[in-house]
Nanobody, 115 residues
Framework: QVQLEESGGGLVQAGGSLRLSCAAS????????MYWYRQAPGKERELVAS???????NYADSVKGRFTISRDNAKNTVYLQMSSLEPEDTAVYYC?????????WGKGTLVTVSS
């Protein structure tokens, strides 16, 4: 059973920064792609960023230029560096790992951006 644990969320003022971490219980070196999603109150979960095993990254238009996804295979961890945060970024952020036809999710970490 794959386990994912997010951390790093919190309360930050608009314009501030946070770094989220997602620690996986498997060797992510073998994982083709990993993802960060977020879900704001009353909204559907949306894809924020992705990173492949060859370090190709992709971002939602709303976070391009502000967020950076990275991975440390030695630590089995994926990161999401968030800068220039806006109140609209307030959400629960989830790590996602597709593996063997299944989708694994962490419990999420709450990010609250105050104006």
């Amino acid at each position: 059973q794959v386990q994912l644990e997010e951390s790093g969320g919190g309360l930050v003022q608009a314009g501030g920064s946070l770094r989220l971490s997602c620690a996986a219980s498997v060797y992510i070196l073998i994982i083709r792609a990993m993802y960060w999603y977020r879900q704001a109150p009353g909204k559907e979960r949306e894809l924020v960023a992705s990173i492949t095993s060859d370090l190709y990254t992709n971002y939602a238009d709303s976070v391009k230029g502000r967020f950076t996804i990275s991975r440390d295979n030695a630590k089995n961890t994926v990161y999401l560096q968030m800068s220039s945060l806006e109140p609209e970024d307030t959400a629960v952020y989830y790590c996602n790992l597709p593996l063997d036809g299944k989708n694994f999710w962490g419990k999420g970490t709450l990010v609250t951006v105050s104006s």
